[in-house]
Structures are given as C-alpha cells and as structure tokens.
C-alpha cells in the first residue's frame, strides 16, 4: 500500500480495520481529530458481508474508510474521491470503484448515535438496509463547489495574514502549492511561458498576478480577467514613530491608511507586523522578510464618558487624541530621560536605522526575526492591526465576524477559483465535476495593492502592472517574443474583465437609506454593482454574460446600486477597464460594516464567491460564443 494525496492531507493506507459482522471494530481505531478541531465526531463504516477488509485513515483528521459508503462528519474534510484499493479478505476480492468521502452535516435523518458527539453510542448493528432508507445515497452525490468547505480556510487566510504582505504572501505559496510558477519581472518570459501552464508575477511583495494558458491557446485569444485588491483599511507606522513619554505611557506614531482611525479602532486589541528589510552579513544582500506580532501590543484608550464633552466629541483629532499605547515608563518619576541615554548605547549605533526607532519595538521585532545585530535591519514597513480572529458567529455560526473582509475575501475567492479551474477534480479542491473544458484562452487573477487610496502607485490597478503582464503573455507566443499591436487590441476585445470588490448587504436597522429591490442579502450570492455615474463598469452587456456564467454553474447574483441621495464608492474596474478596452463587470461579495475595523458577511459567502468565479472561468468561452 502507498499513500495517497488528500484535501486534508496524505492518506495512510498502512492500516488495517478489524471487522465484525457488525461492521468495523471501531474501539480498536483512535478516532481522534487533528488540531484543527476541537469537536470529534463518530462516523459509520460499513461493509457487506462484515468481513475483515484493509481500509485507511487520513493521517490529519483520522477519519478512516474501508468501503464504498463513508461517511465523515468532520467539517473540514472536502470532497474528493481516491483510487480504489485492491482490498482482499480470505481469498475474496472486493467490488473495485472509486471510494468517496463525503461531508456529511448533522441531520434529524440520522440515526442519533450518528448524530452524538459522545463516545459509547455506537449501535451493536447497523443494516445496509437502514442506510439506504435515510437516503445516504442522494446526500453522497457530489456538487461542483462545495461552498462551506471554504469557510474555515478563509477564516485561517484571514487571522493569519494581517498585513497586504502577509495575504500575498500567502497567496503565492498557496499558488506554488498547486503547481503555478513564480516568474520574476527582471528576467525574460519568453523562454518560460508554455500551454497549459500556470504562473504567477509579484510586484512590491503587496500586489499579485496568477495566470494560466490554456494547452489550445492561440495569441489574440480571449482572457478572462479577474481583478480584486488585497489591500485594507489599516494604520500604518510612521517613519520615525518615536514619541516621547507622556505619563508614564509609551506611545507609537501612527498614520490612517484611507479611511482607518475611524472610531471602529478605540479599544481594539491591535497587532503589528509587515515587511523587514534586512542585510545579511555574510553576502551584503538586503532581503525582504516578514514579521507579525500578534499579540496585543498596542491600543487606542477611549475616553471615559464621565469626563462630559471631550469624550463625546465626534470628530477627535487622529494626530494627539488617537495615538496607541505600547507600553509603560515610569522612569520619569526617578528624574531619568530619554537625553540621558548615550547616543553610542542607541540600538544599532549611530546613524542605524534602528536608532530612530522604539527600542521595545525594535527588541520585539528583532526577537520574533532571531536578529542578534539590531543594524542589519535596514528599514521597514509596518502595519498595526486588529488582532482579534475571524470567527463564526450567530446561533447556527451562519456569520463571519472578521477583519480585513474589504476586499481580501474577493481577492481570496478569486484566487480559490482559479485553482479550483486549473487543477484536475481529484485535486485538494472540493469539487468533484471535472471543469468544462476552457482550453483556448488565459484564465488570470491579479490582487492589487492601493486601491484604498487611488490604485496610483507602481503596485496598484492604474498602473502598467495588469497590461504589462498580459503583454508578456502574448510576446511569449509570438515567432518575434515581440507583442503586435493588434494581438494585444484583440485579446483584449475577446477578453472580460471582473472588478471583484465586496459590495453592500442590507442592514437591518437602516433598511430606509438602501434602494429598494437593490439590498443584497447574506448567503445568497455575489451582487453586481450598478452606478448610472460611472463609479462601476456594469452595463447590460456585461450584466447578460454575467447572468449567462451564473445560469451554467448554479449561483445566484444580486443586484446593489446606491439611491440617489447617497454616493457610490469606486472599484478598480473603471480604470481597468477603460485602460485596456475590455468588457467589464462590477460584482462582489456582500458585506456588513464595510470600513469598520470588523465586518459581517455570510459563512458561505466566501463558498459562493469561489463558485460563481470558478464558473466564470469554467463556462467562458461557451458564454462567450453567445455573444
């Protein structure tokens, strides 16, 4: 026996399961879950006949199958199916198949030692007779994006990479996971870039670019774009964050990103992280590396409502009144300052980066990285954030309660579905429909920096980073590696464009400031976002084909357009769009508290952005030949 690949991890098939004409012996088997549950659930394995047989057990979640029926009731576990094994007992081979394990959720229809999360309810028999009554059969049927298999991904995606390094961090090595191949902007494509392949392109380490080519693709075929930002309102650290002492407080210099410091951020447990430049010693070559303190270090104290006006003003002032607390000094008190301290005693000298900096701070960061010589950090880029994890919420947990939504859940649902596209159905991807054949056109996801504050940098969607890369694309496939002007004008006339950003769900407390029959819901699906002022790309071209992509894979869209007497916000579709002559559709994810340092959405909306995208890419150029 070997081990086979999984969706949550290997499958060890050393195993053997001792039956009885009961089923499977299951005291003799540790039916214990991984660390990433904390709830075991007891499952039903069964066979004809109740012969001894050799099965498996997934070494990450121990849910062990022997048979042709499984049934796991473990969250986490995703569709997927697995060669079938050779299994024999006394001389009697089995039915060969595939064996498939399915999620499996609580439901009155089963038995309730099924049900019972207690050890010691397990039935003396179970009749195959009885499994077929309640319909186990229809339930193992599998669907083409299980859409709450996504949830707990994006709820880790989300606590683990709280900086826009983090998340493209993440996203590249999730990326690299499935087979896509980093190619570097300072060396030639050409000689790289072949059909069928899957690729991926940095800039800044806070914006992304995945592509795939398709193994029939001609150059002046069609792309079907997705573009999301990654970045999110946050505070980032000042240059020289230094403050003085003020009694008996260390403070830390700190400057809103877009619309952060809001009056979201008072008493919030806040983290700090980002980028770390740092000079390695031996070879003189300056690296970029990652730091993430996420524990609370600093928070933003609000005044007690006792102290009368002050403390009820609407509008404090973001430079004196909301400035975070780090730490304590007392030493004032001793008559000691920060001018006594020498100049030479500094951290990393004089002249050192470090030296302009907190020297707690400094210490943390230089600890957590293993740094022992404070002057090889060079500079850095820091972020402070909202350390509280994303989490399900809710009586029935049909909420996530996260930071950092707007927009990293577009950028991670787009990123899901062009791995769920690419990747073969008996991929980690819980999805078990092989994808309608989309072989002649590049599939791409671009997650950009800055869109909170105008895409106007080298890293954000108004720059060349999007055309350049699409270019390269075409070069690598033109006799020349030279890009013609009309294979780029005609790319870009068959191509269509998704502006993915999260857009507005109703709210119930204000439901007179939404336009009616336009109030999207939770949990329903993704919204297309209209605006008669050019705010979004939506127009009834891109609207139909939209419709068309959603008819073919089973989602839902929405509709948002704000009143009248209100103001749109802005995506990057209009400036993409406009930049390369694309089609183009605004559509989102909806969400609760847009712009508050935590916000709402559905516990399948992550889900149900993946499949609507995945169909997108899926059904393009089927939906494309309509029109």
Request: glycine content about 8%.
């Amino acid at each position: 026996m070997e081990n086979v690949t999984g969706p949550c991890g290997v499958f060890n098939l050393r195993e053997t399961l001792p039956f009885n004409r009961s089923g499977p012996d299951l005291n003799q088997v540790p039916f214990r879950h991984g660390e990433a549950s904390s709830r075991p659930k007891h499952f039903l394995l069964w066979m004809p006949g109740g012969i001894e047989v050799q099965g498996f057990r997934c070494s990450y979640c121990n849910f062990a199958a022997a048979a042709a029926l499984t049934i796991c009731g473990y969250d986490e576990c995703r569709h997927i199916k697995a060669p079938a094994l050779d299994m024999t007992s006394n001389g009697n081979e089995l039915p060969s198949g595939d064996i498939i394990m399915t999620r499996y959720r609580q439901s009155p229809q089963l038995p309730l030692w099924l049900q019972d999360d207690r050890p010691g309810t397990r039935p003396a028999e179970y009749a195959a007779s009885e499994i077929e009554s309640k319909g186990l059969e229809e339930e193992q049927r599998p669907t083409n994006v299980d859409v709450k298999s996504y949830t707990q991904p994006f709820l880790s995606f989300i606590t683990q990479n709280p900086t826009v390094f983090h998340a493209v961090d993440a996203i590249a090595n999730r990326l690299q996971s499935h087979g896509f191949i980093r190619l570097s902007p300072r060396e030639a494509w050409a000689d790289k870039i072949k059909k069928g392949g899957k690729y991926f392109v940095e800039r800044n380490g806070s914006s992304i670019i995945a592509f795939a080519v398709g193994s029939d693709y001609k150059p002046g075929n069609g792309a079907a774009v997705i573009a999301a930002h990654v970045d999110a309102l946050t505070t980032k650290v000042k240059p020289i964050p230094t403050k003085p002492t003020r009694a008996g407080y260390v403070q830390l210099g700190i400057a809103p990103y877009a619309g952060a410091l809001n009056k979201t951020w008072w008493d919030r447990d806040l983290g700090i992280g980002g980028k770390v430049l740092v000079k390695d010693s031996k070879t003189g070559k300056i690296e970029s590396k990652l730091v993430k303190l996420d524990w609370p270090i600093a928070r933003i104290p609000t005044l007690a409502p006792h102290f009368g006006a002050p403390a009820s003003d609407p509008n404090p002032n973001p430079e004196t009144q909301m400035v975070p607390i780090i730490g304590l000094d007392n030493s004032d008190l001793d008559g000691k300052t920060t001018e006594d301290i020498p100049a030479t005693s500094r951290l990393g000298g004089v002249g050192a980066f470090t030296s302009t900096q907190p020297e707690r701070l400094v210490k943390a960061i230089a600890g957590e990285m293993n740094i022992s010589d404070y002057s090889s950090i060079i500079n850095w880029e820091l972020e402070v954030f909202d350390t509280q994890p994303a989490q399900l919420g809710g009586l029935d947990k049909e909420f996530i309660f996260a930071p950092r939504i707007d927009d990293k859940l577009c950028s991670y649902a787009a990123i899901e579905a062009l791995i769920a596209s690419t990747s073969p159905s008996t991929s980690d991807q819980p999805h078990d429909s092989p994808s309608p054949k989309s072989n002649t056109i590049i599939k791409l996801v671009g997650c950009f920096d800055d869109e909170e504050i105008g895409s106007l940098l080298r890293q954000g969607a108004r720059s060349n980073f999007l055309p350049n890369t699409i270019s390269l694309i075409l070069a690598a496939f033109s006799p020349s590696h030279a890009t013609h002007p009309d294979l780029i004008s005609r790319t870009y006339a068959n191509g269509f464009l998704i502006s993915a950003d999260v857009s507005h769900a109703v709210n119930p407390n204000y439901l007179s400031v939404y336009l009616e029959n336009h109030s999207p819901r939770l949990n329903v699906g993704v919204a297309v976002q209209a605006d008669p002022n050019g705010h979004t790309t939506t127009d009834s071209v891109s609207t139909a084909f939209l419709q068309r992509v959603a008819d073919k894979c089973g989602s839902v869209l929405q509709v948002f357009q704000i009143r009248n007497d209100s103001r749109s916000g802005g995506t990057v579709g209009p400036m993409l769009s406009s930049a390369m002559g694309m089609r183009a559709i605004d559509a989102g994810v909806p969400q609760l508290s847009m712009h508050s340092i935590r916000a709402t959405v559905g516990d399948k909306d992550p889900g149900l952005g993946v499949k609507l995208f995945k169909g997108f890419f899926d059904h393009f150029e089927e939906v494309d030949a309509e029109f």
